[in-house]
């Protein structure tokens, strides 16, 4: 005998703009409707509401769902992302071992797999970091060798904000690339540092 399973499930979406967010939570809901392995009973749509302080939107639906399968449940939480789950019926499921090994295998193959994307985004972030530090080095090098400036004035043509940039530039200040003198920025072995050299903006 086949036993039902009946769980809550809340599936929120954030984002921009209103209508994107509208959209995607009802494509979610759609592919949900479109998997056999699931049975949707009752569903409910929230209000779209803006956040607070924020250019963001949010939403979510409520919904009820029927399934056959425990690890289909496991399955959903990866595939959809609930906010919240929670088992309706029955108050108790009964899991032969060889349904719990499953379970748990699928469930470190879903782990490790989340974990290698993690690492693999982690590597490329750096990498990309790495990047733009050499791309940002050469950048102010290159401005300073046109005249010397001021952190403002670098700030802004690069669009970097001026706090974040004085910590960049005081890196280049210890590897020996540039110096400061009275608020002046300067490639390191030009030593004619005057106000009258620094270009206005």
């Not at 043509?157 to 003198?181: N, Y």
Request: proline letters at 2%.
């Amino acid at each position: 005998m086949v036993q039902e399973l009946v769980f809550r499930a809340v599936i929120e979406v954030l984002g921009k703009p209103k209508e994107h967010v509208e959209s995607s939570l009802q494509g979610y809901v759609q592919k949900l409707k479109e998997d056999s392995r699931y049975s949707i009973i009752e569903e409910e749509f929230a209000e779209v509401k803006k956040q607070e302080e924020q250019e963001l939107w949010i939403t979510f639906a409520e919904l009820e769902i029927k399934t056959e399968k425990a690890e289909h449940i496991l399955s959903f939480c990866y595939d959809y992302m609930p906010s919240l789950i929670e088992i309706i019926e029955p108050e108790e499921i009964t899991l032969r071992d060889v349904d719990l090994s499953s379970f748990l295998n699928d469930l470190q193959a879903r782990l490790h797999h989340v974990d290698m994307v993690a690492k693999q985004v982690k590597f490329e972030n750096d990498m990309l970091g790495r990047n733009v530090g050499h791309l940002l080095k050469n950048y102010v090098v290159v401005l300073l060798r046109g005249g010397n400036l001021t952190g403002e004035q670098l700030s802004k043509l690069t669009g970097v904000p001026q706090d974040e940039l004085e910590d960049f530039l005081d890196r280049l200040i210890d590897e020996g690339r540039i110096d400061l003198k009275e608020g002046i920025y300067y490639i390191k072995n030009s030593t004619n540092i005057k106000k009258e050299q620094v270009p206005q903006t």
